[in-house]
Protein backbone atom coordinates (compact mmCIF):
# COMPACT_ATOMS: atom_id res chain seq x y z
CA UNK A 1 0.00 0.00 0.00
CA UNK A 2 3.03 2.44 1.03
CA UNK A 3 4.21 2.30 -2.60
CA UNK A 4 0.59 3.59 -4.07
CA UNK A 5 1.23 6.52 -2.13
CA UNK A 6 4.41 6.83 -4.39
CA UNK A 7 2.64 5.71 -7.82
CA UNK A 8 0.07 8.75 -6.75
CA UNK A 9 2.46 11.88 -6.52
CA UNK A 10 4.67 10.37 -9.92
CA UNK A 11 1.32 9.89 -11.85
CA UNK A 12 -0.66 13.45 -10.32
CA UNK A 13 1.17 16.58 -8.38
CA UNK A 14 4.17 15.29 -7.31
CA UNK A 15 6.61 18.33 -6.91
CA UNK A 16 10.44 18.19 -7.90
CA UNK A 17 10.72 21.24 -5.06
CA UNK A 18 11.40 20.74 -1.39
CA UNK A 19 9.42 21.79 2.12
CA UNK A 20 7.93 25.14 1.71
CA UNK A 21 6.12 24.54 -1.72
CA UNK A 22 2.44 25.54 -2.15
CA UNK A 23 -0.43 23.62 -3.37
CA UNK A 24 -0.19 25.68 -6.60
CA UNK A 25 3.50 25.00 -6.84
CA UNK A 26 3.11 21.88 -6.78
CA UNK A 27 0.32 22.51 -9.99
CA UNK A 28 2.73 24.44 -11.66
CA UNK A 29 5.50 22.08 -11.23
CA UNK A 30 2.86 19.10 -12.89
CA UNK A 31 1.97 21.28 -15.26
CA UNK A 32 5.33 21.97 -16.42
CA UNK A 33 6.54 18.26 -16.31
CA UNK A 34 3.30 17.77 -18.58
CA UNK A 35 4.53 19.95 -21.06
CA UNK A 36 8.40 18.34 -21.07
CA UNK A 37 6.90 15.36 -21.97
CA UNK A 38 6.45 13.16 -18.64
CA UNK A 39 2.89 12.73 -18.60
CA UNK A 40 2.42 9.35 -17.24
CA UNK A 41 -1.15 7.71 -17.24
CA UNK A 42 -2.59 11.44 -17.96
CA UNK A 43 -3.18 10.26 -21.46
CA UNK A 44 -5.03 6.90 -20.91
CA UNK A 45 -7.04 8.68 -17.66
CA UNK A 46 -8.17 11.36 -20.37
CA UNK A 47 -9.39 9.07 -22.72
CA UNK A 48 -11.12 6.38 -20.19
CA UNK A 49 -13.59 9.65 -19.44
CA UNK A 50 -13.36 10.07 -23.18
CA UNK A 51 -14.89 6.73 -23.76
CA UNK A 52 -17.56 6.72 -20.85
CA UNK A 53 -18.94 9.92 -21.96
CA UNK A 54 -18.87 8.81 -25.66
CA UNK A 55 -20.47 5.41 -25.08
CA UNK A 56 -22.54 6.52 -22.16
CA UNK A 57 -24.54 9.14 -24.41
CA UNK A 58 -24.65 6.56 -27.27
CA UNK A 59 -26.27 3.64 -25.50
CA UNK A 60 -28.07 4.17 -21.84
CA UNK A 61 -27.23 0.65 -20.87
CA UNK A 62 -23.16 1.52 -20.73
CA UNK A 63 -23.32 3.32 -17.57
CA UNK A 64 -25.86 0.73 -15.96
CA UNK A 65 -25.31 -0.98 -13.07
CA UNK A 66 -24.93 -4.32 -15.10
CA UNK A 67 -22.73 -3.47 -17.89
CA UNK A 68 -20.45 -1.75 -14.89
CA UNK A 69 -20.01 -4.84 -13.53
CA UNK A 70 -19.38 -6.86 -16.68
CA UNK A 71 -16.96 -4.42 -18.17
CA UNK A 72 -14.72 -5.08 -15.00
CA UNK A 73 -15.17 -8.94 -15.46
CA UNK A 74 -14.56 -8.38 -19.28
CA UNK A 75 -11.15 -6.34 -17.76
CA UNK A 76 -10.37 -8.94 -15.17
CA UNK A 77 -7.66 -11.22 -17.09
CA UNK A 78 -6.52 -8.34 -19.70
CA UNK A 79 -4.96 -6.31 -16.71
CA UNK A 80 -3.88 -9.39 -15.34
CA UNK A 81 -1.67 -10.42 -18.45
CA UNK A 82 -1.12 -6.51 -18.70
CA UNK A 83 0.67 -6.64 -15.04
CA UNK A 84 2.27 -9.71 -16.20
CA UNK A 85 4.19 -8.15 -19.57
CA UNK A 86 4.91 -4.95 -17.79
CA UNK A 87 7.88 -5.95 -15.73
CA UNK A 88 9.57 -7.38 -19.49
CA UNK A 89 8.61 -4.13 -21.06
CA UNK A 90 10.59 -2.37 -17.65
CA UNK A 91 13.76 -4.31 -18.99
CA UNK A 92 12.89 -3.20 -23.18
CA UNK A 93 11.84 -6.95 -23.77
CA UNK A 94 8.87 -8.49 -24.88
CA UNK A 95 6.96 -12.28 -24.34
CA UNK A 96 4.98 -12.98 -27.34
CA UNK A 97 4.02 -15.62 -25.50
CA UNK A 98 2.51 -14.99 -22.36
CA UNK A 99 -1.09 -15.21 -23.79
CA UNK A 100 -0.77 -18.64 -24.51
CA UNK A 101 1.66 -19.72 -21.60
CA UNK A 102 -1.58 -18.42 -19.70
CA UNK A 103 -3.82 -20.96 -22.05
CA UNK A 104 -1.52 -23.73 -21.31
CA UNK A 105 -1.58 -23.27 -17.75
CA UNK A 106 -5.52 -22.78 -17.87
CA UNK A 107 -5.48 -25.82 -19.98
CA UNK A 108 -3.76 -28.30 -17.12
CA UNK A 109 -5.88 -26.68 -14.29
CA UNK A 110 -9.21 -27.89 -16.28
CA UNK A 111 -7.73 -31.27 -16.80
CA UNK A 112 -6.55 -31.90 -13.44
CA UNK A 113 -10.23 -30.59 -12.01
CA UNK A 114 -12.22 -32.40 -14.47
CA UNK A 115 -10.47 -35.49 -15.47
CA UNK A 116 -7.95 -36.43 -12.58
CA UNK A 117 -10.80 -35.09 -9.84
CA UNK A 118 -7.94 -32.66 -7.84
CA UNK A 119 -8.70 -30.12 -5.67
CA UNK A 120 -9.17 -26.41 -6.99
CA UNK A 121 -6.20 -25.83 -5.27
CA UNK A 122 -3.76 -28.19 -6.39
CA UNK A 123 -5.09 -27.71 -9.99
CA UNK A 124 -4.49 -23.85 -9.68
CA UNK A 125 -0.80 -24.62 -8.15
CA UNK A 126 0.35 -27.14 -11.30
CA UNK A 127 -0.86 -24.44 -13.55
CA UNK A 128 1.36 -22.02 -11.63
CA UNK A 129 4.02 -24.28 -11.39
CA UNK A 130 3.69 -24.80 -15.50
CA UNK A 131 4.07 -20.82 -16.00
CA UNK A 132 6.84 -20.85 -13.69
CA UNK A 133 8.78 -23.78 -15.91
CA UNK A 134 7.70 -22.00 -19.14
CA UNK A 135 9.20 -18.00 -18.40
CA UNK A 136 12.03 -20.62 -16.70
CA UNK A 137 13.10 -21.96 -20.16
CA UNK A 138 12.42 -18.47 -22.02
CA UNK A 139 14.95 -16.61 -19.49
CA UNK A 140 17.10 -19.26 -19.58
CA UNK A 141 17.60 -18.64 -23.49
CA UNK A 142 17.34 -15.19 -23.35
CA UNK A 143 19.80 -14.16 -20.25
CA UNK A 144 22.24 -17.40 -21.10
CA UNK A 145 22.04 -18.56 -24.51
CA UNK A 146 21.30 -14.69 -25.24
CA UNK A 147 18.22 -15.06 -28.22
CA UNK A 148 16.80 -12.16 -28.39
CA UNK A 149 13.18 -12.21 -26.64
CA UNK A 150 11.51 -11.28 -29.59
CA UNK A 151 12.97 -14.67 -31.07
CA UNK A 152 12.48 -16.52 -28.36
CA UNK A 153 8.57 -15.92 -27.04
CA UNK A 154 7.64 -15.72 -30.96
CA UNK A 155 8.89 -19.73 -30.91
CA UNK A 156 7.10 -20.29 -27.71
CA UNK A 157 4.33 -18.34 -29.22
CA UNK A 158 4.18 -21.15 -32.29
CA UNK A 159 4.63 -23.96 -29.96
CA UNK A 160 2.96 -23.58 -27.20
CA UNK A 161 -0.05 -23.41 -28.96
CA UNK A 162 0.45 -27.48 -29.73
CA UNK A 163 0.33 -27.96 -26.22
CA UNK A 164 -3.33 -27.65 -25.63
CA UNK A 165 -3.72 -29.72 -29.32
CA UNK A 166 -2.17 -32.55 -27.39
CA UNK A 167 -3.72 -32.26 -24.38
CA UNK A 168 -7.41 -31.51 -25.36
CA UNK A 169 -7.07 -32.71 -28.73
CA UNK A 170 -8.02 -30.84 -31.70
CA UNK A 171 -11.43 -29.02 -31.60
CA UNK A 172 -12.05 -29.94 -27.87
CA UNK A 173 -12.47 -28.08 -24.68
CA UNK A 174 -12.65 -29.12 -21.08
CA UNK A 175 -15.36 -27.63 -18.40
CA UNK A 176 -14.25 -25.50 -15.86
CA UNK A 177 -17.21 -27.02 -13.00
CA UNK A 178 -15.32 -25.87 -10.13
CA UNK A 179 -17.51 -23.76 -7.66
CA UNK A 180 -14.07 -22.07 -6.58
CA UNK A 181 -12.58 -21.37 -9.91
CA UNK A 182 -16.47 -20.61 -11.52
CA UNK A 183 -16.71 -18.21 -8.81
CA UNK A 184 -14.24 -15.67 -9.17
CA UNK A 185 -15.67 -14.17 -13.13
CA UNK A 186 -19.06 -15.61 -11.78
CA UNK A 187 -19.69 -14.70 -7.95
CA UNK A 188 -20.19 -11.87 -6.02
CA UNK A 189 -18.65 -10.65 -2.70
CA UNK A 190 -22.09 -9.85 -0.36
CA UNK A 191 -22.61 -5.69 0.16
CA UNK A 192 -22.05 -5.50 3.67
CA UNK A 193 -18.21 -7.16 2.65
CA UNK A 194 -17.77 -4.76 -0.11
CA UNK A 195 -18.63 -1.71 2.06
CA UNK A 196 -15.95 -3.21 5.01
CA UNK A 197 -13.23 -3.89 2.12
CA UNK A 198 -14.03 -0.53 0.38
CA UNK A 199 -13.69 1.51 4.06
CA UNK A 200 -11.13 -0.30 5.16
CA UNK A 201 -8.66 0.65 1.93
CA UNK A 202 -9.85 3.75 1.92
CA UNK A 203 -8.64 4.14 5.77
CA UNK A 204 -5.69 2.48 5.48
CA UNK A 205 -4.54 4.43 2.16
CA UNK A 206 -5.29 7.34 4.24
CA UNK A 207 -3.44 6.51 7.08
CA UNK A 208 -0.15 5.43 4.86
CA UNK A 209 -0.45 8.69 3.50
CA UNK A 210 -0.80 11.09 6.07
CA UNK A 211 1.82 9.24 8.25
CA UNK A 212 4.43 9.21 5.54
CA UNK A 213 3.83 13.24 4.92
CA UNK A 214 4.01 13.50 8.41
CA UNK A 215 7.79 11.40 8.64
CA UNK A 216 9.04 13.45 5.71
CA UNK A 217 8.06 16.90 6.77
CA UNK A 218 9.76 15.78 10.49
CA UNK A 219 12.83 14.35 8.78
CA UNK A 220 12.79 17.86 6.82
CA UNK A 221 12.77 15.69 3.81
CA UNK A 222 10.89 16.64 0.08
CA UNK A 223 7.11 16.18 0.45
CA UNK A 224 4.33 17.21 -1.14
CA UNK A 225 2.12 20.06 0.33
CA UNK A 226 -0.84 18.67 2.74
CA UNK A 227 -3.45 20.12 0.32
CA UNK A 228 -2.14 18.13 -2.31
CA UNK A 229 -2.02 14.74 -0.25
CA UNK A 230 -5.68 15.19 0.98
CA UNK A 231 -6.60 15.97 -2.61
CA UNK A 232 -5.35 12.78 -3.60
CA UNK A 233 -7.07 11.07 -0.62
CA UNK A 234 -10.20 12.66 -1.50
CA UNK A 235 -10.45 11.45 -5.77
CA UNK A 236 -9.22 7.99 -4.57
CA UNK A 237 -11.79 7.75 -1.86
CA UNK A 238 -14.44 8.96 -4.18
CA UNK A 239 -13.85 6.56 -6.38
CA UNK A 240 -14.03 3.47 -4.36
CA UNK A 241 -16.89 4.63 -2.55
CA UNK A 242 -19.04 5.29 -5.83
CA UNK A 243 -17.63 2.09 -7.66
CA UNK A 244 -18.78 0.14 -4.16
CA UNK A 245 -22.20 1.90 -4.36
CA UNK A 246 -22.69 1.05 -7.61
CA UNK A 247 -21.70 -2.63 -7.56
CA UNK A 248 -23.62 -2.99 -4.73
CA UNK A 249 -27.13 -2.46 -6.59
CA UNK A 250 -29.36 -5.04 -7.58
CA UNK A 251 -28.38 -5.09 -11.38
CA UNK A 252 -30.52 -8.24 -12.10
CA UNK A 253 -32.84 -8.02 -15.06
CA UNK A 254 -35.43 -10.47 -12.95
CA UNK A 255 -37.20 -8.66 -10.31
CA UNK A 256 -37.48 -12.32 -8.47
CA UNK A 257 -33.66 -12.68 -8.96
CA UNK A 258 -31.25 -10.34 -6.63
CA UNK A 259 -27.54 -9.94 -7.87
CA UNK A 260 -25.61 -7.49 -6.20
CA UNK A 261 -22.08 -6.81 -4.90
CA UNK A 262 -18.25 -6.55 -6.10
CA UNK A 263 -17.33 -9.08 -9.03
CA UNK A 264 -14.52 -11.66 -7.17
CA UNK A 265 -11.94 -11.20 -9.78
CA UNK A 266 -11.95 -6.93 -8.72
CA UNK A 267 -10.18 -8.29 -5.30
CA UNK A 268 -8.38 -10.63 -7.30
CA UNK A 269 -7.29 -7.47 -9.34
CA UNK A 270 -6.26 -5.42 -6.16
CA UNK A 271 -4.54 -7.84 -4.38
CA UNK A 272 -2.08 -8.23 -7.74
CA UNK A 273 -2.23 -4.51 -8.33
CA UNK A 274 -1.30 -3.60 -4.67
CA UNK A 275 1.47 -6.66 -4.53
CA UNK A 276 3.11 -5.56 -7.63
CA UNK A 277 3.24 -2.33 -7.16
CA UNK A 278 4.68 -2.75 -3.69
CA UNK A 279 7.26 -5.07 -5.51
CA UNK A 280 8.69 -2.77 -8.16
CA UNK A 281 8.52 0.56 -5.90
CA UNK A 282 9.31 -0.80 -2.89
CA UNK A 283 11.68 -3.90 -3.17
CA UNK A 284 15.26 -3.89 -4.03
CA UNK A 285 14.35 -6.40 -6.85
CA UNK A 286 11.87 -3.74 -8.39
CA UNK A 287 14.93 -1.12 -8.09
CA UNK A 288 16.98 -3.34 -10.06
CA UNK A 289 14.30 -4.09 -12.41
CA UNK A 290 14.20 -0.40 -13.30
CA UNK A 291 17.65 0.16 -12.95
CA UNK A 292 18.60 -2.88 -15.33
CA UNK A 293 15.95 -1.28 -18.14
CA UNK A 294 17.36 2.45 -18.19
CA UNK A 295 20.78 1.00 -18.32
CA UNK A 296 21.76 -2.73 -18.75
CA UNK A 297 25.31 -2.03 -18.49
CA UNK A 298 25.54 0.51 -15.75
CA UNK A 299 23.40 -1.87 -14.07
CA UNK A 300 25.58 -5.00 -14.37
CA UNK A 301 28.85 -2.12 -13.01
CA UNK A 302 26.77 -1.65 -10.09
CA UNK A 303 26.82 -5.06 -9.42
CA UNK A 304 23.22 -6.19 -10.20
CA UNK A 305 23.28 -9.98 -12.04
CA UNK A 306 21.75 -8.99 -15.14
CA UNK A 307 20.74 -12.55 -16.42
CA UNK A 308 19.31 -13.98 -12.78
CA UNK A 309 17.05 -10.12 -13.14
CA UNK A 310 16.13 -11.50 -16.78
CA UNK A 311 15.05 -15.03 -15.83
CA UNK A 312 13.33 -13.79 -12.88
CA UNK A 313 11.13 -11.25 -14.43
CA UNK A 314 10.63 -13.93 -17.55
CA UNK A 315 9.08 -16.43 -14.92
CA UNK A 316 6.90 -13.96 -12.72
CA UNK A 317 5.68 -12.90 -16.03
CA UNK A 318 4.22 -16.68 -16.86
CA UNK A 319 3.25 -17.38 -13.70
CA UNK A 320 0.79 -14.36 -13.76
CA UNK A 321 0.05 -15.04 -16.93
CA UNK A 322 -1.03 -18.24 -15.67
CA UNK A 323 -3.44 -16.25 -13.12
CA UNK A 324 -4.39 -14.64 -15.88
CA UNK A 325 -5.61 -17.68 -18.08
CA UNK A 326 -7.48 -19.33 -14.84
CA UNK A 327 -9.85 -15.93 -14.46
CA UNK A 328 -10.06 -16.06 -18.50
CA UNK A 329 -11.25 -20.04 -18.02
CA UNK A 330 -13.42 -18.94 -15.14
CA UNK A 331 -15.27 -16.14 -16.95
CA UNK A 332 -15.65 -18.39 -20.41
CA UNK A 333 -16.50 -21.59 -17.66
CA UNK A 334 -14.15 -23.48 -20.07
CA UNK A 335 -10.43 -24.07 -21.63
CA UNK A 336 -9.64 -25.48 -24.93
CA UNK A 337 -7.32 -25.31 -27.41
CA UNK A 338 -7.68 -21.50 -28.31
CA UNK A 339 -7.46 -20.62 -25.04
CA UNK A 340 -4.72 -17.81 -24.26
CA UNK A 341 -4.41 -17.24 -28.22
CA UNK A 342 -6.19 -15.16 -30.61
CA UNK A 343 -6.36 -11.11 -29.44
CA UNK A 344 -5.23 -12.37 -26.08
CA UNK A 345 -1.57 -10.97 -26.34
CA UNK A 346 -2.27 -7.80 -28.18
CA UNK A 347 -4.95 -6.60 -25.96
CA UNK A 348 -2.37 -7.14 -22.86
CA UNK A 349 0.21 -5.44 -24.84
CA UNK A 350 -2.02 -2.65 -25.69
CA UNK A 351 -3.68 -2.40 -22.52
CA UNK A 352 0.05 -1.65 -20.76
CA UNK A 353 1.21 0.80 -23.80
CA UNK A 354 -2.02 2.64 -23.18
CA UNK A 355 -1.76 2.74 -19.61
CA UNK A 356 1.86 4.46 -19.77
CA UNK A 357 4.33 1.93 -19.81
CA UNK A 358 7.13 2.66 -22.53
CA UNK A 359 8.15 0.40 -24.87
CA UNK A 360 11.83 1.28 -24.85
CA UNK A 361 11.75 -0.10 -21.34
CA UNK A 362 12.67 1.73 -17.54
CA UNK A 363 9.25 3.64 -17.32
CA UNK A 364 6.18 1.96 -16.41
CA UNK A 365 4.26 0.86 -12.91
CA UNK A 366 1.58 -1.68 -12.21
CA UNK A 367 -1.38 0.91 -12.11
CA UNK A 368 -0.55 1.14 -16.34
CA UNK A 369 -2.18 -1.83 -16.50
CA UNK A 370 -5.35 -0.99 -14.47
CA UNK A 371 -5.55 2.03 -16.46
CA UNK A 372 -5.35 0.54 -20.13
CA UNK A 373 -7.47 -2.50 -19.36
CA UNK A 374 -9.93 -0.71 -18.57
CA UNK A 375 -9.49 1.23 -21.73
CA UNK A 376 -9.52 -1.92 -23.64
CA UNK A 377 -12.14 -3.60 -22.11
CA UNK A 378 -14.35 -0.48 -22.42
CA UNK A 379 -13.60 -0.36 -25.89
CA UNK A 380 -14.49 -3.55 -26.92
CA UNK A 381 -17.62 -3.69 -24.48
CA UNK A 382 -19.01 -0.04 -25.45
CA UNK A 383 -18.83 -1.18 -29.64
CA UNK A 384 -20.53 -4.24 -28.49
CA UNK A 385 -23.33 -2.95 -27.31
CA UNK A 386 -23.82 -0.56 -30.66
CA UNK A 387 -23.39 -3.65 -32.59
CA UNK A 388 -20.60 -2.97 -33.96
CA UNK A 389 -19.05 -5.14 -36.87
CA UNK A 390 -16.47 -7.13 -35.77
CA UNK A 391 -13.91 -5.41 -37.92
CA UNK A 392 -14.51 -1.85 -36.42
CA UNK A 393 -13.69 -3.19 -32.88
CA UNK A 394 -10.12 -3.94 -34.50
CA UNK A 395 -9.72 -0.47 -36.49
CA UNK A 396 -10.47 1.18 -33.28
CA UNK A 397 -8.37 -1.23 -30.62
CA UNK A 398 -5.44 -0.77 -33.40
CA UNK A 399 -5.62 3.17 -33.45
CA UNK A 400 -5.64 3.65 -29.86
CA UNK A 401 -2.81 1.09 -29.67
CA UNK A 402 -1.34 3.33 -32.23
CA UNK A 403 -2.04 6.41 -30.77
CA UNK A 404 -0.72 5.62 -27.25
CA UNK A 405 2.65 4.31 -28.81
CA UNK A 406 2.76 7.59 -30.80
CA UNK A 407 2.50 9.78 -27.61
CA UNK A 408 5.02 7.86 -25.67
CA UNK A 409 7.42 7.70 -28.50
CA UNK A 410 6.82 11.67 -28.54
CA UNK A 411 7.31 12.04 -24.94
CA UNK A 412 10.15 10.55 -24.61
CA UNK A 413 12.06 12.33 -27.42
CA UNK A 414 10.42 15.53 -25.37
CA UNK A 415 11.69 14.30 -21.99
CA UNK A 416 14.98 13.74 -23.74
CA UNK A 417 15.25 17.08 -25.15
CA UNK A 418 13.71 18.46 -21.92
CA UNK A 419 16.73 17.11 -20.00
CA UNK A 420 14.68 15.05 -17.50
CA UNK A 421 15.51 11.15 -18.80
Keep these: MTDIITESEEAGFASDLTQSVTFGDSVRAYLQRVRGGDMGALPSILGLVVLFIVFGLANDRFLSNLNLANLITQAG????????????????????????????????????????GQAWYVAVAAAIVVGAVIGLVIGILVAKVGIPSFVVTLAFFLGLQGVPLKLIGEGGSVRVNDPVISGIANNNVTPLWGWIAAIAIVVAYAAIALLTHRRKVAGGLQHQPLAVVVTQLVALAAVILVVTYLLNQNRSVNPNIVIAGIPYVLPVVVVLLIFWTFVLGRTAWGRHVYAVGGNSEAARRAGINVDRMRILVFMSCSIMAAISGIVAASYVGKVSTSSGSGNVLLYAVGAAVIGGTSLFGGKGKASNALIGGLVIATIVNGLGLLNQASWINFVVTGGVLLLAASVDAISRRRRTAAGIG
Design 77 to 116: SIIILAMALIPVLLLGDIDLSAGVAGGVSACVMGLMLAEH
